[in-house]
């Protein structure tokens, strides 16, 4: 069983839980979203490092005569517009965290 099922399985019986056992459960919860949160800083780090890698090369692109936005960009504009981004999240939320970061840290 897992941390998060730990974790959820506890709210559910809230009301039995002794006060040492609710602060156990909120110093555990607080200290996953610690951990999101710096996952959350390390991956906005890693977006602003490749859209201004991507801006530069667009703005070296563009000095140099050439196209900016090709056919191939309007397609992806098209598909990603065509999406419904209401439905689903099609990121899987159920990988564990720890298993996330260990991925970044060995990349």
Do not use: C, W
């Amino acid at each position: 069983m897992t941390s998060n099922e730990n974790t959820e399985d506890a709210l559910i019986d809230l009301a039995n839980k002794s006060d040492d056992e609710v602060r156990q459960l909120l110093d555990e919860l607080y200290s996953e979203e610690q951990r999101v949160s710096y996952r959350r800083r390390v991956l906005h780090g890693k977006i602003d490092i490749l859209r201004s890698e991507l801006v530069r090369r667009l703005k070296a692109s563009r000095e140099a005569g050439q196209e900016v936005i090709t056919g191939r960009d309007v397609d992806k504009l098209i598909d990603i517009l065509s999406t419904d981004l209401r439905g689903p999240s099609r990121f899987d939320v159920t990988i564990p965290l720890e298993d996330e970061m260990d991925e970044d840290l060995d990349a």
